[in-house]
């Protein structure tokens, strides 16, 4: 069976940092793309920035470049989503899924976590 399940999330103050962790069972990396989406209350869910199976990062959402990095345990099959320099505007329950192939549209992918709360106090 498939799983995603992510932990990490919190409250920070602006400027601050957050790790989220995304930990897969049923698959690995090497089969698998792994991205991060976000939803902030009454907007649609965004995507982040997807890791394809080859190890190549694609970001989705401008405002995060340069902030957000991802990095990998092979050993825990645990994928982390590094965040910081912190903005109000990264409020939002974020998510992980996989794909086979990355892509920015939420609708498309297999498997997804349950969410993690983000929250960046000003």
């Known amino acids: 069976e498939v799983q995603l399940v992510e932990s990490g999330g919190g409250l920070v103050q602006a400027g601050g940092f957050l790790r989220l962790s995304c930990a897969a069972s049923?698959?690995?990396?090497?089969?698998?793309?792994i991205a991060w989406f976000r939803q902030a209350p009454g907007k649609e869910r965004e995507g982040v920035l997807c890791?394809?199976?080859?190890?190549?990062?694609?970001y989705y959402a401008d405002s995060v470049k340069g902030r957000f990095t991802v990095s990998k345990d092979n050993a825990k099959n645990t994928m982390y989503l590094q965040m910081s320099s912190l903005r109000s505007e990264d409020t939002a329950v974020y998510y992980c899924?996989?794909?086979?192939?990355?892509?920015?549209?939420?609708?498309?992918?297999?498997?997804w976590g349950q969410g993690t709360q983000v929250t960046v106090s000003s």
């Open positions: 049923g698959f690995t990396f090497d089969d698998y793309s």
């Open positions: 890791t394809t199976s080859g190890g190549t990062n694609i």
């Open positions: 899924a996989a794909k086979r192939a990355c892509s920015g549209y939420a609708p498309t992918y297999d498997y």
